[in-house]
């Protein structure tokens, strides 16, 4: 997504604020996850925009958040994203590509997972803020020898 962010001229902030990010999952299926809301962030703001991932900690859940200052999704919309083939209106052309797949699949990884993933805007041209909600685990024992 680099050189989509740099021709785009998007600003990335990455705020870290989570203490407690250990979570039971599959790495490379929250990697994937993580991979669509960046992508669709990137693909839907437009140039001179901002991105912003965050993580934070919310009881014992660990929380990641994509926000964008993007164009934003309708509320009606924000009731079928996570739909397959559901793209909301304000993408209805197609002109932004895709099938409307990543985040009906991002949305069911993150359900084997038991967690949340939610989607909020203020509406059309106000941006979008994706949200991962995971349960916390204990970290492991840095003294335990891992086989």
Do not use: Y
């Amino acid at each position: 997504m680099r050189p989509e962010i740099i021709a785009k001229k998007l600003a990335v902030e990455v705020r870290k604020n989570a203490q407690n990010a250990w979570v039971w999952a599959d790495a490379v299926r929250m990697h994937q996850v993580l991979w669509n809301l960046l992508r669709n962030a990137a693909k839907f703001t437009p140039e001179g925009g901002r991105i912003i991932l965050e993580s934070a900690n919310e009881g014992d859940h660990v929380s990641v958040s994509v926000s964008d200052t993007g164009m934003g999704i309708s509320p009606e919309s924000l009731e079928q994203i996570f739909r397959p083939f559901e793209q909301g209106k304000a993408t209805g052309d197609h002109r932004f590509g895709g099938m409307g797949l990543g985040l009906a699949i991002s949305k069911a990884v993150v359900d084997q997972h038991s967690g949340l993933l939610r989607a909020s805007s203020a509406g059309a041209g106000l941006g979008a803020c994706f949200t991962i909600q995971l349960q916390t685990v204990t970290p492991p024992d840095p003294t335990t020898e891992r086989r």
